[in-house]
């Protein structure tokens, strides 16, 4: 049975929440963005408002799914401007009690892996990516944030 749409916003709002979380914790002003806000999820920065940058939340339930999913059109990541990023977000199975874990980009960096994915070239628009096949220095990647603490 096909997982209905209102849980899957459940997930992915319960990445932003956990990443909106995580930044509050080292100090980083955020907000969420209105839904549909093309490509970002959350505003931060700085509390003096002289540096921004824009987060794009990628969620994966590990009860209902096990890879992330992006697309074709995210290889355009690869122009984007130093200040957007991506967060994934490995939810944990709350069947297991299981904390949740971030890799954490920046967008272009993202781009440049969807291009490098296998879809790419071919009419499969999907850009799936597991656990396993996120670059390994993108985990906890916190610090690429640090602009942005006080």
Not at 14 to 35: D, F, M, Q, T, W
Not at 86 to 106: D, H, M, T
Request: aromatic letters at 10%; hydrophobic letters at 35%.
């Amino acid at each position: 049975m096909a997982t209905p749409q209102w849980i899957k916003k459940l997930g992915g709002h319960a990445g932003e929440l956990y990443v909106a979380a995580e930044l509050s914790k080292r100090g980083i002003p955020n907000s969420l963005l209105p839904e549909n806000f093309s490509d970002d999820d959350i505003l931060a920065g700085n509390k003096a408002g002289t540096e921004l940058c824009y987060i794009q939340v990628k969620a994966c339930h590990p009860d209902r799914s096990h890879s992330f999913l992006l697309n074709e059109s995210n290889e355009g990541w690869i122009n984007s401007p130093a200040n957007q990023f991506v967060v994934f977000v490995w939810l944990g199975s709350p069947k297991e009690n299981q904390s949740p874990r971030y890799w954490i980009a920046a967008k272009k960096e993202v781009g440049e892996a969807c291009i490098q994915h296998g879809a790419h070239g071919t009419s499969d628009k999907a850009r799936r990516f597991t656990v396993e096949k996120l670059n390994k220095n993108w985990e906890n990647n916190w610090e690429v944030f640090r602009k942005y603490m006080p």
